[in-house]
């Protein structure tokens, strides 16, 4: 993505949702995208595969450059192919996701005969290698099953079948553990670290919970109002947390280190509403180390070791902060 920015017309005003200068995945690599509820993430998501309502949203300008090919200039047509295909994704419900009114089986093989100009004996072929795949017991039941007759966590499987039933090239998965207990979380999380070693696909998880993005990513982007304030190795970013809010959501994370602390660090004051948001640095009105440039500028990125970039004045202009 470069300098995008993703606009929705309301009744209130102009939401600036989304105002990215720079970010980038490498095939093959998990990249976590991070941040509170409401900063942004699912949009630049949506953003990605042109699923935003327009109206009222609006992509102002940028680009997404996907394999060499700007997909912000493509048309709906050309979307449809690409979706499903080349792009993937996993949602955060899968309830929502998956069409009641039709079995598992006739979900997965609409997808497939879409993409794919094979046989009715090859797509049911592919649609049981997929469930397979995600390790679903007794495939031929599943595709015969509705979504209501298998359990959240079964449903959540046949959407990543679904997902991966055309090998795409890119995999958006968008809090797919977030509706799920503990224990059925910690199986989607190791099936999915499982098909990333056999499958290699490259992958955006988005996610709230830092201890996930630990857990599956290898590089972790954090996401602020909009706004993307810090990119690095998952390790290097947890050991060593550069921009003011990174550290904070850090410190506020609970551990048996913390355990006789009567109260955890929060971070003061709230996310700003992205309806005429802060001017300069969005995280300014609640960062203990504000400076007057931040109030007025917006920082660039700044390089700190690496590949670990932070967007923040305190870099670029030599100080230190920790959090």
């Given amino acids: ?47 990605i595969l042109k699923l935003i ?55 997965i093989r609409r997808v497939i005969t879409l993409h794919q100009k094979i046989s009715r004996d090859e797509t049911e072929k592919k649609a049981i ?6 390790r679903l017991p007794d495939p031929e039941r599943i595709l015969k099953s509705y979504p209501h007759e298998l359990s959240v966590g079964m449903r959540q499987r046949v959407s ?37 070693t056999e499958i290699g696909t490259t992958t955006l998880y988005i ?34 947390p ?3 809010y990174t550290a904070s959501l850090m410190k506020s994370i609970p551990s048996r280190e913390k355990k006789k602390e009567k109260k955890l660090p929060v971070i003061k004051g ?3 509403t992205l309806i005429n948001p802060p001017p300069g640095c969005r995280f300014h009105p609640r960062c203990g180390s504000c400076m007057e440039i931040c109030k007025k500028e917006k920082p660039g990125s700044s390089e700190i070791e690496g590949e670990h970039f932070v967007s923040c004045f305190l870099y670029s202009t030599g100080g230190k902060t920790d959090g």
Wanted: aromatic fraction near 6%.
């Fill in 53 to 107: 309502p327009i109206p009222p949203g609006k992509i102002e300008s940028g680009s997404i450059l996907f394999n060499g090919e700007d997909l912000v200039k493509k048309d709906e047509t050309s979307m449809q192919k690409i979706r499903g295909k080349k792009i993937s994704a996993i949602f955060q419900n899968p309830t929502a996701s998956l069409n009641p009114v039709f079995t598992c089986g006739d979900q």
């Fill in 1 to 47: 993505m470069k300098n995008l920015k993703v606009n929705f017309y309301t009744h209130e005003g102009v939401v600036e949702a989304v105002d990215i200068d720079y970010f980038k995945l490498s095939r093959g690599e998990v990249v976590g995208l991070v941040g509170e509820s409401g900063c942004g993430k699912t949009t630049a998501a949506l953003t």
């Fill in 160 to 196: 990543i079948a679904i997902a991966l039933s055309c090998n795409p090239d890119m995999l958006i998965a968008d809090e797919p553990t977030t509706a799920l207990d503990v224990t059925i979380q910690a199986q989607i999380l190791k099936l999915m670290d499982e098909l990333r």
């Fill in 242 to 244: 550069m921009h003011p």
């Fill in 270 to 272: 709230a996310v700003p």
């Fill in 207 to 240: 996610t709230h919970d830092l201890a996930v993005a630990a857990q599956i990513c290898d590089t972790i982007a954090v996401m602020y109002a909009g706004n993307i304030v810090e990119v690095g190795r998952v390790e290097e970013v947890y050991k060593n």
């Fill in 129 to 134: 290698e997929a469930f397979n795949l995600v």
